[in-house]
């Protein structure tokens, strides 16, 4: 078992394509057709072994679409545990019309998963060997899984010395909070939905942040701000670190690209703020393409390193 695990309760096999235009009730000519392994947890451990990191997929699967799940993680030479489930994955579509570059996501609920199969998820999660010094639990809850599933977890791990990462929304991620994480990556409507606060402006972003590591509910808090970039809270100290600016194609993995780069440089011991800023670059890298190609590592080191010289450019010229 590898140092870093992603869990993926919810994952999808994604189908992207690209039309001039959109127009009901006519037959519509493709074109740029992918099928992507899909889901937050998922995309993370994608976007972690590219950068050439050990990263083992945990997730549930089942049906037709399960079995092409794991063919295409295999082709991307992922490492995969996976929990076999009754029903069918999931199947996402996202939809690109290159005449106006709007872009439609088609997100399907997911399958029903029982009692039995979530506890078998669990069970083999607690009992990885060796554990895992970092699990990245991501995405969305399927129907049939309570919302206090991620919350199960953080406590389980923690108790093992494992350091919990959590990416997801609503009840769940408010569930998770309350119980405690190392790092948690919500983006801006998401913190808006878990405050019930406006936040209007940087100073209001900032401070929910730091309530958050103020109650313990994180050490880490990443907030994700789009063509922004990203802030980081830890206990005592905001920083941020701004976007590249870029035209944006596609925002779909985007987060997970981010949330995979930082994880990535965190478990090789760089220093918190150079892992936000790979994250931004990472971010950075997966919208510049549409559907789920996600960031790309040539292009991820190249944004670190811009962004790096762009913050120290102004020492040099003071010196």
Known sequence: MTDIVTLTLNPAVDLS???DR?????KLRCNEVRRDPGGGGINVARVVRRLGADCTALYLAGGRAGRTLADLLKTERVSIDCVPIAQETRENVAVRETST??????VAPGPEVSPMEAQACFDRLISLDPVPRWLVVSGSLPPGIPADFYARIARAARARG???ILDTSGDALEAALDEGVYAVKPSIDELRELTGEPLETQGEWSEQARRLVCRGNAQIVLLTLGERGALMATEGRVEQVDGAGVPVVSAVGAGDSFLAAFVWAIDRGLPAKEALRY???AGTSAVLRAGTVLAQPDEIERYYQASAMADAAPTRQAG
Do not use: D, K, P
């Not at 570059?101 to 088609?106: A, I, K, L, M, V």
């Open 279 to 281: 994250g931004v670059a």
């Open 17 to 19: 394509f690209c039309v």
């Open 162 to 164: 494992t350091r919990v």
């Open 101 to 106: 570059g709007h872009e439609y996501r088609f």
């Open 22 to 26: 959109l127009v009901h009730t006519r």
